[in-house]
């Protein structure tokens, strides 16, 4: 059922910034109560890219995020600029924040994030074939360190909490679903 029956009747935006837009919604709902302040983030999305070495290594990076004020472990992952198509981005993120390339980069699938507030997709691609091309090229917020790991540890990785933002953890267990059980034990 796609069709709610909310209405929307005002739409105005509060902030709309480069990086962050929200949008405040005036709703009707089918019962006629009326909401005066919904507010939606909108977004651009974001890509989060699951890198293979040849090896059998997965390329992650730890970095602080200040939103949680931690230094997490995840896959590599960013915002998609403006312009731009989410394999591009995929290449680019892999690139500035790894140092890494790969000899394909493929969309595996597409996730709906956090659909009660926001519109924000994010996009999982596979760059099979990583290799070390570069240098890292970091924003001013960035402090990356790289970290690469077997393929058979990352679910252990994922079930000791070493790697817990949920979107990198879904789409670990995703990929390793996908790849199925040449990953170790389930």
């Given amino acids: 059922m796609d069709e709610p029956g909310w209405q929307v009747t005002a739409s105005s935006y509060v902030l709309d910034s480069p990086y962050l837009r929200i949008r405040r919604d005036r709703i009707v709902l089918p019962d006629g109560t009326v ?3 919904y507010y939606v983030r909108e977004s651009r999305g974001y890509v989060i890219v699951f890198a293979l070495t040849d090896d059998d ?8 995020k200040h939103g949680i004020g ?11 600029d403006e312009g731009e198509d989410p394999r591009q981005t995929a ?20 996730f709906i994030t ?3 507030n926001a519109d924000t ?25 790289v970290e690469v790991v077997p393929l058979k540890r990352l679910r252990e990785l994922v079930r000791a909490g070493e ?9 670990i267990y995703f990929m390793l679903d996908q790849m199925g059980s040449s990953t170790g034990t389930p």
Avoid: C, W
């Fill in 121 to 145: 997709v994010a996009h999982l691609f596979f760059a099979r074939g990583a290799y070390r091309s570069g240098e890292q090229q970091l924003d001013a917020t960035e402090n990356i360190t």
């Fill in 163 to 171: 790697i817990d933002s949920m979107p990198h953890v879904g789409a």
């Fill in 114 to 116: 956090d659909p009660t």
């Fill in 70 to 80: 931690k230094t997490l472990l995840e896959l590599v992952a960013g915002a998609i």
């Fill in 35 to 37: 909401i005066e302040d």
């Fill in 91 to 110: 290449q680019r993120e892999l690139a500035e924040e790894t140092g890494y390339s790969a000899r394909s980069v493929d969309h595996v699938r597409s």
């Fill in 57 to 64: 290594d997965v390329v992650l990076v730890r970095q602080y």
